[in-house]
């Protein structure tokens, strides 16, 4: 049965001036100002676009390896991994950065590679941003 998620953006103002907020309908956390600034040129407060992406690769990205390394038969005792998406004004999202630390009993880091890459390619938010370059990190705790 399929599954749909939702998120809705309220805007006001053009894109140079004007500022949102986005919220969760699974969450009761409230909203996350968005706002061209923090895209264009980063900020610690604000949210973007690309930070939301980056957080659903990450959490993607962990569950895929996850599963990977239980149906090889050596599931993970931590896993953390971080996104980097980044965003060029006047291009785009130009990629998406996956850096991974796992504590895996039983594997070689090689072995761990190998099984990290399979997670990056079948994991289905690195499926949905195959338009960009998706690069991968992976180092055993």
């Not at 409230?30 to 923090?38: M, N, Q, S, V, Y």
């Not at 594997?107 to 690069?135: H, M, N, R, W, Y």
């Amino acid at each position: 049965m399929p599954v749909t998620s939702e998120a809705a953006t309220t805007w006001t103002g053009s894109l140079a001036e004007g500022s949102g907020t986005v919220r969760f309908s699974s969450s009761n956390l409230g909203t996350f100002p968005i706002d061209w600034k923090a895209r264009s040129e980063g900020s610690d407060t604000t949210t973007t676009p690309e930070e939301l992406i980056a957080a659903a690769h990450a959490s993607c990205f962990s569950m895929a390896l996850a599963h990977a390394l239980s149906e090889n038969g050596t599931p993970p005792e931590r896993v953390d991994t971080s996104a980097s998406v980044t965003f060029k004004p006047g291009t785009g999202i130009t990629g998406s950065h996956l850096n991974v630390n796992a504590k895996v009993p039983g594997l070689t880091a090689e072995q761990f590679q190998e099984i990290a890459e399979g997670a990056k390619t079948g994991c289905p938010v690195s499926q949905a941003l195959a338009g960009i370059d998706i690069t991968l990190e992976a180092t055993l705790a």
